[in-house]
């Protein structure tokens, strides 16, 4: 079976900081990008960053820029976002996602993809920052 798990959201501080874990089983996420997106009650699913697995480039929403960073463990098929200086405005469910890794980067390139074009998605981690 196919899966994806995130885990690592909570409640934290404005200034504070949390590292959200996608962990994939059923596939390698080598084989894929990995994009994490979130949102926000009301809103759309917005993409904030990904990662391109082939060549270690990475992309990021223009508002977590030098706030986040995504990373990867081979080892573990798992991806990270830490993410730091956290603001009220971060508050949403975070998802990861994977799809077309010669595709996605592609897109990225020039702002988040449209979430329809991914093939898989995890369940979600809540982060709330309070101000």
């Known amino acids: 079976e196919v899966k994806l798990v995130e885990s690592g959201g909570g409640l934290v501080q404005a200034g504070g900081s949390l590292r959200l874990s996608c962990t994939a089983s059923?596939?390698?996420?080598?084989?894929?990008?990995i994009s994490w997106y979130r949102q926000a009650p009301g809103k759309g699913r917005l993409g904030v960053s990904c990662?391109?697995?082939?060549?270690?480039?990475?992309y990021y929403l223009d508002s977590v820029k030098g706030r986040f960073t995504i990373s990867a463990d081979n080892a573990k098929n798992t991806v990270y976002l830490q993410m730091n200086d956290l603001k009220p405005e971060d508050t949403a469910v975070y998802y990861c996602?994977?799809?077309?890794?010669?595709?996605?980067?592609?897109?990225?390139?020039?702002?988040?993809?449209?979430?329809?074009?991914?093939?898989?998605w995890g369940q979600g981690t809540q982060v709330t920052v309070s101000s």
């Open positions: 996602a994977a799809g077309d890794k010669r595709l996605i980067p592609t897109i990225w390139s020039a702002g988040p993809p449209r979430p329809e074009i991914f093939d898989y």
């Open positions: 990662i391109n697995k082939s060549d270690g480039t990475t």
């Open positions: 059923g596939f390698t996420l080598d084989d894929y990008a």
